[in-house]
């Protein structure tokens, strides 16, 4: 009958390093949108799990407003509330925190990916007509064309206990989502929100991951030396 040798520690550490690496690529992730407008990072954090051999990378959403920046620009809007605005994609119903915006040969005010922002009347798009000189939006969405009012921007935000998850780098699905009301609402017309993440912290943060694997990977290296030797050493007794 053949000897299992199995070198302890070799299951945690391979479990560590999938940590690590998860960590790594949801930094490396946040490094990278560090200038997307609305775009909100992740945040990594480790849990254990029943039957788990290490810890499990699990991730959230950082919701914090980012910088607010006037742009001056009609067709900008920021929400300085908590809360989203509502796009039509050719996948669904997504959520936004907004950004530069125009208007398509439809007159549908768009994203810089085409898609419909939506108004509070059901699934139309927010529509201002052609030749419209002067476009307005207060605080609470509502959109007038030349003084007339041609509908109300949609605000939700994730209902209680609902999930929040990434669907592209600025776009958003929630399970379940909750009107936000006229009076919560604090748009700003002729601004963007741009990336929350903090580049330096980002940055401080890689470095510690970096220096973390590399040390994970050195025990690993550790442990197959070992096994190999061990199973070396076996060899010789048995012969």
């Not at 029943?50 to 959230?60: I, M, N, S, Y």
């Not at 669904?92 to 208007?103: C, F």
């Not at 207060?138 to 669907?167: C, I, K, M, S």
Request: proline residues 3%.
């Amino acid at each position: 009958m053949g000897i299992s040798i199995k070198p302890t520690g070799f299951e945690h550490a391979a479990a560590a390093l999938r940590y690590w690496t998860r960590r790594q690529e949801v930094v490396a992730n946040n490094l990278a949108n560090v200038e997307t407008d609305g775009f909100k990072g992740e945040q990594a954090f480790a849990q254990l799990l029943a039957g788990a051999t290490g810890p499990v990378a699990g991730t959230a959403t950082d919701l914090r407003t980012g910088t607010i920046t006037q742009t001056g620009q009609a067709l900008d809007v920021a929400l300085q509330s908590d809360g989203f605005f509502v796009v039509k994609t050719p996948m669904g119903e997504k959520l936004s925190r907004g950004g530069t915006l125009a208007l398509n040969g439809e007159g549908h005010v768009v994203d810089t990916r085409g898609n419909a922002l939506l108004g509070e009347d059901g699934s139309r798009p927010i529509a201002v007509p052609v030749h419209t000189a002067k476009i307005e939006i207060d605080a609470g969405g509502e959109v007038r064309a030349d003084g007339n009012v041609v509908g109300r921007l949609r605000v939700v935000r994730p209902a209680q206990g609902a999930t929040l998850e990434h669907a592209g780098d600025t776009l958003f699905v929630a399970s379940a989502t909750t009107r936000v009301s006229n009076d919560e609402r604090l748009i700003r017309q002729g601004a963007r929100e741009g990336s929350n993440v903090q580049p330096l912290d980002a940055m401080v943060d890689m470095i510690n991951i970096q220096r973390a694997t590399g040390g994970v990977q050195k025990a690993l290296s550790t442990l197959d030396a070992a096994r190999g030797i061990a199973v070396s050493e076996l060899g010789k007794s048995a012969s």
